[in-house]
């Protein structure tokens, strides 16, 4: 087969869907790759470099001839002109705010592959690309907030004085949050965290923090399926916003990380709350590019608002795009890897993550999640 990766055409995207490893492992399991011309160079890449590695470098009409199309974010369709009939689109495909590509995807008769879909399941761990960039937006964003905090993170006992340490609260302990709150330790902080998942209690306190919970109220197991959060009840939601009160407006630095699968980021932080805070306090928004957690905050700009600022970049890995691009590449070649099948000399999907990833296929949308 023939994958082609493509040049990112977004705003502000700076990874790639392929790195000179994956080319080089690609080839191996007997595809021919080729890479859009540039498409590294924001990670660092060079077109050189994929050649070493046994890529062809095309600086138009990339896709022509593909069976499969690598990208990072879901390719525009007068990209994909000339692919080979029922070829993969494999990428993040955005599929709730993109439904009008994935319709043209469906009647260019290809077969989008959404990788944020894949399940959470043991075996589809090393293919999650949700998992992979939540992790360095996790470590990211603390480092943002500490660069823009006019204080220092950690303790100081100085000649002249102490420095006390910064206090960070973490809303949200999935994958970026544990990575926030590890990256926040690290660097010297008193770090607290909250989540609607009470597993992750322990995962907090293994790490060095506090956890901060809601205790007795009904319908306060906030698992659902797949081991991730559901909305929680009105109940819930307001002995959680009067905790979260309290703790917030002695806090110096807020990450927020809280998302809800195929719906708007649940609102954690009101207006109202952020005037409680200290002057020069900043709270990273993660979830903005959903709808965000906070109150106010605007994708891509640092808001202030009584004295804090909100930071709001949507695109958080792609402000680590060798790292980010590393991971998102190894994530695209494990599940190529994992179903290759040596005899056809292409990859076969079983039924389990074909299912829960597979948007279009034979002209038509057959995901459930965007029927019905
Ligand atoms: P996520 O990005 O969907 O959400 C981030 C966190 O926000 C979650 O912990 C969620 O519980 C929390 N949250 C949602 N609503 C909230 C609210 N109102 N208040 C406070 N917190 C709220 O989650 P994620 O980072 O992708 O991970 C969720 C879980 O899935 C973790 O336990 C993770 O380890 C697990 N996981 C497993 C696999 C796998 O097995 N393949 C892969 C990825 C993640």
Request: avoid cysteine; aromatic fraction near 6%; glycine fraction near 10%.
């Amino acid at each position: 087969v023939e994958i082609a990766v493509l040049r990112e055409r977004a705003v502000g995207e700076t990874r790639v869907a392929a790195t000179p490893e994956t080319v080089r492992k690609l080839v191996a399991l007997g595809a021919g790759v080729v890479v859009e011309s540039g498409a590294g160079l924001a990670a660092m890449v060079t077109d050189d470099d994929y050649i070493a590695a046994g890529a062809r470098i095309a600086s138009s009409d990339v896709a022509r001839g593909a069976d499969i199309v690598f990208g990072v974010q879901g390719p525009e369709i007068d990209l994909l002109a000339g692919v080979n009939p029922g070829a993969w689109v494999v990428a993040g495909l955005d599929p709730f705010a993109r439904r009008d590509r994935v319709e043209a995807y469906a009647a260019a008769g290809l077969e989008a592959l959404a990788m944020e879909f894949m399940p959470r399941i043991t075996r589809a761990q090393s293919m999650d690309i949700l998992s992979s960039q939540s992790n360095l937006s996790g470590y990211k964003a603390v480092l943002v907030a500490a660069n823009l905090y006019g204080r220092a993170f950690p303790m100081m006992m100085t000649a002249a004085g102490t420095v006390s340490a910064a206090k960070v609260f973490v809303m949200g302990v999935g994958v970026a949050g544990l990575q926030a709150i590890a990256t926040a330790r690290r660097l010297g902080a008193q770090v607290s965290a909250t989540d609607v998942r009470s597993a992750t209690k322990e995962q907090i306190l293994s790490l060095g923090a506090k956890p901060i919970f809601v205790e007795n109220v009904a319908g306060i197991e906030g698992e659902g399926a797949g081991g991730y959060a559901t909305e929680m009840s009105p109940e819930y939601q307001k002995a959680q916003a009067e905790l979260v009160s309290g703790h917030l407006a002695k806090q110096d630095i807020v990450i927020t990380t809280a998302l809800i699968p195929g719906r708007a980021a649940p609102r954690l932080i009101s207006d109202e709350q952020v005037a409680t805070m200290k002057r020069g306090s900043v709270i990273y928004d993660l979830a903005v590019a959903q709808g965000g957690n906070v109150e106010g905050s605007v994708a891509d700009e640092i808001v202030e608002r009584h004295g804090v600022r909100i930071v709001g970049f949507a695109n958080t890995p792609a402000q680590l795009p060798a790292d980010a691009s590393a991971l998102f590449a190894r994530n695209l070649y494990n599940f190529l890897a994992a179903f290759w099948d040596k005899d056809k000399g292409r990859p076969l999907l079983d039924e389990e993550i074909g299912n829960a990833i597979r948007l279009t296929q034979g002209r038509k949308v057959v995901h459930e999640r965007l029927l019905g």
